[in-house]
């Protein structure tokens, strides 16, 4: 099988089916090229497969031998061969994962040129400018991407061209200057490298091309993959492909189009463009961009055929595209084209519209299947306040929602303010993919520099954080920022609003986002596709968490943690008295005092809950949480500042301390030692329910006991709960529905769960524990340093503690429930750990035949579009 396609090859399947093998990029323009047949300039995909081979084992047998058939081929097309000192041939190289990944990967331009093809190009075309600005361009992108020589060393001779000239933009240098310029680069490539910059074309060729395999696993590489949950074994592809050329002259042009706005939804194209210019120029933000309309005046016929092309990508795409093209001397050509990224309130707006455009025709199911869970979050994000603000300056609103933090001007400091829990805003003047780590740590970013489609707006809309680029006002310098005659240094506080544009000084309120009405359409087309399948229910502890689930959707609580309620403020003491209690008649003075207060908790989500099931889960953590700090208190005891009232409590702490407590004395074991405890819990529950009945209610309780390990220690701590049933129901004509269940969230749980369903009515599997004790990882001590290295190694796919393994804990969650089935089939089947809001682990679990999954109460809308998409198989 050859390394190396053609984009004009003829393939037995659509190219757009064949990402994994030609990568995004090179996919899409097979597709423009053999099937649309669009203006594309002709060129070559090397798969990724010649990337991973490379990857494994260095440059590959027989690569060579390819690249020189498809150069000579691409050159018979064009009539000029690459290199040529009369009449040169040049090509772009760049990257196409399978994935799209923005700003990722290297790009090199221009490929081809060297002293002597420039002078030809230059006598060729008549444009002596024109040769020498794309020489320098070539060297500088050759020297940063392929020979590893900082952008910033470029920039500086750049800068102090642009100070000799006099020149504010690098589109006024003449020619001497640009000449002084590419001999500025050459030395500075010779400084670094010890060696003169390549002049054979065949072996710049190489060089890019490796850069664009090696690249593959750069750290912001490797951190952008990590984030998406991206698999880093695919690999890339490369495409080489005959240049063409914006920055030609003023009949020439470059820009980023969009078939719909990508921030809006709107059904009306729009994008960046720049006269003279070449690509990297749109999309880095380095000169301010003009709009589609501004094309239409200044090239009518070409924005007319654009606007046919961006007409027939939709219909065959069935989606909003966006685009990449050049004018070069009055033509059109396009250069890519891709399923656009888009906002969350962009997204929902087009999955809606689309299922009523006649071009298109979705359908609800497929609707439905376009929505990500970053969508929903989208537009859950919250917004400025009502009030009124003084706006410091103004940019473009890039990506939505507003922010507020501590200004920080650098990646690297950005970080760290964030590891010191400090909320951060990254301003800058532009974003580069360096600044990739940068951006994820921070709550907003804001560039004075780029437009809507530069990298910073691209990369920020795509991870929902709120942006804003483009405000022209800011003067960075260092580590400050001068709007007028307002200065601001690092740390000082600002707010930004990514849905207007707007940056204020100071700490503006914030205020939940109102999604927009095609959120519901969408939520309510995802509830009809998984009604009777597959339920989402909320954790939630109280009655205010209850309402809110209840208002995004929940179908009941899955999880209502018992503990969160002892742990309050008039609640702790109490439990304190339990645990100090040294006689029966003390200890049931306290459970007497906590009953009180756990039926009031059950009474207000009950009613929350109104109708629809709540699952109680009896006191589940161990009793030294309750307890002072046991190290504390033994430094008060030695510097003899312990009251008798402390010294009581350190008595606690040291008899029920123990080194491994979640592997201890919690869950039903603690029941065993205390079985007052889980009696008291039943009784108040059911007090509580009958109450609500007796307000005219339905309350539909379900009795969850933890950590269960056999069927006698279940069926002893069912004995408990029936017997506080039997006691608080006695002599009552209308009882309430009680279902009682247990929480399998330990190996051997899952794997003789035929023989718990015995004694249970319910199954909810407890993720959380079940992955600590599966991997034998603490999820307190893992999240840092380990699991970082972990996943940038890939000796993890992903966090096990945000998405649920599926060869391990899956595994086990799939165990259990088929053996829960066999002994009842009408066992129902649960899960309520953090993974039941999580979209992959979602379909795990679908997958598992469970019947509900529960998550917080703001992650409800988006497990219900995720339970829809398994049920799709999506």
């Given at each position: 099988?050859?390394y190396?396609?053609?984009f004009?090859?003829?393939?037995?399947r659509?190219p757009?089916?064949?990402?994994?093998?030609?990568g995004?990029?090179g996919?899409?323009?097979?597709?423009?090229?053999?099937?649309?047949?669009?203006p594309?300039?002709p060129?070559?995909?090397i798969?990724?497969?010649?990337c991973?081979?490379?990857?494994?084992?260095?440059?590959?047998d027989g690569?060579?031998?390819?690249i020189?058939r498809?150069?000579?081929?691409?050159e018979?097309?064009?009539g000029?061969?690459?290199?040529?000192?009369?009449?040169?041939q040049l090509?772009s190289v760049?990257?196409?994962?399978?994935f799209?990944?923005?700003?990722?990967?290297?790009?090199?331009?221009n490929?081809?040129?060297?002293?002597?093809s420039?002078?030809?190009?230059?006598e060729?075309t008549?444009?002596?400018?024109?040769?020498?600005?794309?020489?320098?361009?070539?060297?500088?992108?050759?020297?940063?991407?392929?020979?590893?020589?900082?952008?910033?060393?470029f920039?500086v001779?750049?800068?102090?061209?642009?100070?000799?000239?006099?020149?504010?933009?690098?589109?006024?240098?003449?020619?001497a200057?640009?000449?002084k310029l590419?001999g500025?680069y050459k030395s500075l490539?010779?400084?670094r490298?010890?060696?003169?910059?390549p002049?054979?074309?065949?072996?710049?060729?190489?060089g890019?091309?490796?850069?664009?395999?090696a690249?593959?696993?750069?750290p912001?590489?490797?951190?952008?993959?990590?984030r998406?949950?991206?698999?880093?074994?695919?690999?890339?592809a490369?495409?080489?492909?005959?240049?063409?050329?914006?920055?030609?002259?003023?009949?020439?042009g470059t820009?980023?189009?969009?078939?719909?706005?990508?921030?809006?939804?709107?059904n009306?194209?729009?994008?960046?463009?720049l006269?003279?210019?070449q690509?990297?120029?749109v999309v880095?933000g380095?000169?301010?961009?003009?709009?589609l309309?501004e094309?239409?005046?200044?090239f009518?016929?070409i924005h007319?055929?654009?606007l046919g092309?961006?007409?027939?990508?939709?219909?065959?795409?069935?989606?909003?595209?966006d685009?990449?093209f050049?004018?070069?001397?009055?033509?059109?050509?396009?250069?890519?084209?891709r399923?656009g990224k888009?906002?969350?309130?962009?997204?929902?707006?087009m999955?809606?519209?689309?299922?009523?455009d006649?071009?298109i025709?979705?359908?609800?199911?497929?609707?439905?299947?376009?929505?990500?869970?970053?969508h929903?979050?989208?537009?859950?994000?919250?917004?400025?306040?009502?009030?009124s603000?003084?706006?410091?300056?103004k940019g473009?609103?890039a990506?939505?929602?507003?922010a507020?933090g501590r200004?920080?001007?650098?990646?690297?400091?950005a970080?760290?303010?964030?590891?010191?829990?400090?909320?951060v805003?990254l301003?800058?003047?532009?974003?580069?993919?360096?600044d990739?780590h940068?951006?994820?740590?921070s709550q907003?970013i804001?560039?004075?520099?780029?437009?809507l489609?530069?990298?910073?707006?691209?990369v920020?809309?795509?991870?929902g954080?709120?942006a804003?680029?483009?405000?022209?006002d800011?003067?960075?310098?260092?580590r400050?920022?001068?709007?007028g005659?307002?200065?601001?240094?690092?740390?000082?506080v600002?707010s930004?609003?990514?849905?207007?544009?707007e940056?204020?000084?100071?700490e503006?309120?914030?205020?939940?986002?109102?999604?927009?009405?095609?959120?519901?359409?969408?939520?309510?087309w995802?509830?009809?596709?998984?009604?009777?399948?597959?339920?989402?229910?909320?954790?939630a502890?109280n009655?205010e968490?209850?309402?809110?689930?209840?208002?995004?959707?929940?179908?009941?609580?899955?999880?209502?943690?018992?503990?969160?309620m002892f742990?309050a403020?008039?609640?702790?003491?109490?439990?304190?008295?339990?645990?100090?209690?040294?006689?029966p008649?003390?200890?049931?003075?306290a459970?007497?005092?906590l009953?009180?207060a756990?039926?009031?908790?059950?009474?207000t989500?009950?009613e929350?809950?109104?109708?629809?099931?709540?699952?109680v889960?009896?006191?589940?953590p161990?009793?030294?949480?309750?307890?002072p700090?046991?190290?504390?208190?033994?430094?008060?005891?030695a510097?003899?500042?312990?009251?008798?009232?402390?010294?009581?409590?350190?008595a606690?702490?040291?008899y029920?301390?123990?080194?491994?407590?979640?592997?201890?004395?919690?869950g039903?074991?603690?029941?065993?030692?205390?079985p007052?405890l889980?009696?008291m819990?039943a009784?108040?529950?059911?007090?509580?329910a009958?109450e609500?009945?007796?307000?005219?209610?339905?309350p539909?309780v379900?009795?969850?006991?933890p950590?269960?390990?056999?069927?006698p220690e279940?069926?002893e701590?069912r004995?408990?709960?029936?017997?506080?049933i039997?006691?608080?129901?006695?002599?009552r004509?209308?009882?309430?529905?009680?279902?009682?269940?247990?929480?399998?969230?330990t190996?051997?749980?899952a794997?003789?769960a035929?023989?718990?369903?015995q004694e249970?009515?319910?199954?909810?599997?407890?993720?959380?524990?079940?992955?600590?004790?599966?991997?034998?990882?603490?999820?307190?001590?893992?999240?840092?340093r380990?699991m970082?290295?972990?996943l940038?190694r890939?000796?993890l796919?992903?966090n096990?503690f945000?998405?649920?393994?599926?060869d391990?804990?899956?595994?086990?969650?799939?165990?259990?429930?088929?053996k829960?089935r066999?002994?009842?089939?009408?066992l129902?089947l649960?899960?309520?750990?953090?993974?039941g809001?999580d979209?992959?682990?979602?379909r795990?679990?679908?997958?598992?035949g469970?019947?509900?999954v529960?998550?917080?109460?703001y992650?409800?809308?988006?497990?219900?579009?995720?339970?829809?998409?398994?049920?799709?198989?999506?």
């Amino acid at each position: 099988m050859p390394y190396i396609y053609a984009f004009g090859h003829t393939y037995r399947r659509p190219p757009m089916k064949l990402k994994k093998l030609l990568g995004g990029k090179g996919a899409n323009l097979a597709e423009m090229t053999s099937v649309l047949k669009l203006p594309v300039p002709p060129g070559f995909t090397i798969t990724t497969e010649a990337c991973r081979a490379y990857l494994a084992g260095g440059w590959p047998d027989g690569l060579d031998a390819e690249i020189a058939r498809q150069v000579a081929k691409l050159e018979k097309i064009m009539g000029r061969r690459i290199g040529d000192p009369d009449d040169p041939q040049l090509v772009s190289v760049r990257s196409g994962a399978a994935f799209s990944m923005p700003g990722m990967m290297d790009t090199v331009l221009n490929l081809g040129l060297n002293d002597a093809s420039v002078v030809g190009l230059a006598e060729v075309t008549g444009q002596e400018r024109f040769a020498y600005d794309s020489y320098r361009r070539f060297i500088s992108m050759y020297g940063r991407i392929v020979l590893g020589i900082d952008a910033e060393s470029f920039d500086v001779l750049l800068d102090k061209a642009k100070e000799r000239a006099g020149v504010v933009n690098d589109a006024e240098l003449g020619v001497a200057e640009l000449r002084k310029l590419c001999g500025a680069y050459k030395s500075l490539v010779k400084r670094r490298t010890k060696a003169d910059f390549p002049q054979d074309p065949a072996d710049q060729l190489r060089g890019a091309i490796e850069a664009v395999f090696a690249s593959w696993n750069t750290p912001r590489a490797v951190a952008y993959r990590t984030r998406e949950k991206i698999s880093h074994d695919l690999g890339t592809a490369v495409n080489v492909q005959a240049m063409v050329f914006g920055n030609r002259d003023d009949n020439s042009g470059t820009g980023v189009g969009f078939t719909r706005n990508a921030a809006t939804g709107e059904n009306r194209p729009y994008g960046d463009f720049l006269v003279n210019a070449q690509g990297e120029d749109v999309v880095a933000g380095i000169r301010n961009t003009a709009d589609l309309d501004e094309l239409a005046k200044l090239f009518p016929k070409i924005h007319t055929q654009l606007l046919g092309i961006f007409d027939r990508l939709e219909r065959h795409y069935r989606d909003m595209c966006d685009t990449e093209f050049t004018i070069e001397q009055g033509k059109l050509w396009m250069l890519q084209t891709r399923v656009g990224k888009r906002t969350g309130r962009a997204a929902l707006k087009m999955a809606v519209d689309m299922t009523t455009d006649k071009r298109i025709r979705l359908t609800r199911d497929e609707a439905v299947a376009r929505i990500t869970a970053d969508h929903l979050d989208q537009v859950l994000h919250p917004q400025f306040g009502g009030g009124s603000v003084e706006v410091l300056t103004k940019g473009l609103a890039a990506s939505p929602g507003a922010a507020v933090g501590r200004v920080y001007f650098d990646s690297n400091r950005a970080v760290a303010a964030a590891e010191r829990h400090e909320k951060v805003i990254l301003v800058r003047n532009e974003t580069s993919p360096d600044d990739v780590h940068g951006m994820q740590a921070s709550q907003g970013i804001l560039t004075a520099r780029g437009g809507l489609v530069s990298h910073a707006a691209v990369v920020a809309r795509g991870w929902g954080i709120p942006a804003v680029v483009g405000a022209s006002d800011l003067r960075i310098d260092g580590r400050k920022v001068t709007v007028g005659a307002v200065t601001l240094g690092e740390g000082d506080v600002i707010s930004i609003n990514g849905s207007t544009g707007e940056v204020v000084v100071g700490e503006v309120e914030l205020v939940a986002a109102k999604p927009p009405e095609e959120f519901d359409t969408i939520l309510r087309w995802a509830d009809a596709i998984r009604k009777g399948r597959l339920a989402v229910r909320a954790n939630a502890d109280n009655g205010e968490d209850a309402l809110v689930a209840r208002s995004y959707g929940a179908e009941g609580i899955g999880l209502c943690r018992t503990e969160h309620m002892f742990l309050a403020e008039d609640r702790l003491p109490i439990v304190r008295q339990m645990i100090l209690a040294d006689t029966p008649a003390k200890e049931a003075k306290a459970l007497d005092a906590l009953h009180r207060a756990q039926k009031a908790d059950f009474v207000t989500i009950l009613e929350a809950m109104d109708g629809l099931p709540v699952t109680v889960r009896l006191l589940d953590p161990p009793l030294h949480e309750f307890l002072p700090d046991l190290d504390a208190l033994r430094i008060a005891e030695a510097r003899g500042k312990l009251s008798r009232q402390n010294a009581k409590l350190l008595a606690a702490a040291e008899y029920w301390h123990e080194f491994n407590p979640m592997l201890g004395t919690r869950g039903v074991r603690l029941g065993m030692l205390k079985p007052g405890l889980y009696a008291m819990q039943a009784r108040a529950l059911v007090e509580a329910a009958l109450e609500r009945i007796d307000a005219g209610g339905n309350p539909i309780v379900e009795v969850m006991i933890p950590l269960t390990v056999s069927r006698p220690e279940l069926a002893e701590a069912r004995g408990w709960v029936e017997t506080a049933i039997t006691e608080a129901t006695s002599g009552r004509r209308k009882k309430p529905t009680i279902h009682i269940g247990t929480m399998i969230e330990t190996p051997r749980a899952a794997l003789i769960a035929d023989e718990i369903a015995q004694e249970a009515d319910f199954f909810s599997f407890g993720t959380n524990d079940l992955t600590q004790m599966t991997f034998g990882f603490s999820r307190d001590d893992i999240e840092g340093r380990l699991m970082k290295t972990y996943l940038e190694r890939g000796l993890l796919e992903r966090n096990p503690f945000e998405t649920v393994d599926p060869d391990g804990v899956g595994e086990l969650v799939r165990i259990g429930a088929k053996k829960g089935r066999r002994t009842d089939p009408k066992l129902k089947l649960g899960v309520c750990g953090e993974h039941g809001g999580d979209p992959e682990s979602i379909r795990v679990f679908w997958d598992a035949g469970l019947d509900y999954v529960s998550c917080s109460p703001y992650r409800v809308p988006i497990a219900r579009l995720s339970a829809a998409q398994a049920v799709l198989g999506v």
